[in-house]
Antibody, heavy 120, light 110 residues
């Protein structure tokens, strides 16, 4: 059973950088075959796809966020990370990491999510 | 606003059936597989349906999905109080070149 767990600061100041890490257990990121994905949910709203990273470091982002988002992967720690720079209150959301099969259109395992608030 | 359109809420009595709709366009539902997720507060979203109508191992056959044209539906039969949750549809959008989701539907089992 694959398990994903998000971690990172719960509070970020406006204009600063939001950084989150997703730790994966029960499966190896380096084995390939999956896109490691980030999704967020604004308070009271639906889900928003942020983007994904492959074990090779190849990435694909939501065009609406592409200019502010970076992702990285650390296969030695079996972790992948998300960074969103120049955050505003509109980036306040619950952030989820999840796994998508390469060539598939669904997310089969998700983390429980972590709330990140942007406030001074 | 979400790319895919779902009703904000649905309700039904225990034991009954409920249908949740998900409407999109030719760039998403019309040409890509649809998935459905169950989200209980504070928990990780759970995959219920993938590739329009397939169930992952462990998901009871009370949950079923279908797609027709640019719309998809999730049916839940034999409703149980434990089914109370938010339900989301999702797919890929070939024009936006990214994943897209519905706004979610809150199911209340009366």
């Amino acid at each position: 059973q694959v398990h994903l767990q998000e971690s990172g600061p719960g509070l970020v100041k406006p204009s600063q950088t939001l950084s989150l890490t997703c730790s994966v257990s029960g499966g190896s990121i380096s084995s390939g075959g999956y896109y490691w994905t980030w999704v967020r949910q604004h308070p009271g709203k639906g889900l928003e796809w942020i983007g994904y990273i492959y074990h090779t470091g190849s990435t694909h982002f939501n065009p609406s966020l592409e200019s502010r988002v970076t992702m990285s992967v650390d296969t030695s720690k079996n972790q992948f990370s998300l960074r969103v720079n120049s955050v505003t209150a509109d980036d306040t959301a619950v952030y989820y990491c999840a796994r998508q099969g390469a060539g598939d259109y669904y997310l089969d395992y998700w983390g429980q999510g972590t709330l990140v608030s942007v406030s001074s | 606003q979400s790319v895919l359109t779902q009703p904000p809420s649905v309700s039904a009595a225990p034991g009954q059936k409920v249908t949740i709709s998900c409407s999109g366009s030719s760039s998403n539902i019309g040409n890509n597989y649809v998935s459905w997720y169950q989200h209980l507060p504070g928990a990780a979203p759970k995959l219920l349906i993938y590739d329009n109508n397939k169930r992952p191992s462990g998901i009871p056959d009370r949950f079923s999905g279908s797609r027709s044209g640019t719309s998809a539906t999730l049916d839940i039969t034999g409703l149980q109080t434990g089914d109370e949750a938010d339900y989301y549809c999702g797919t890929w959008d070939s024009s936006l070149t990214g994943g897209v989701f519905g706004g979610g539907t809150k199911l209340t089992v009366l």
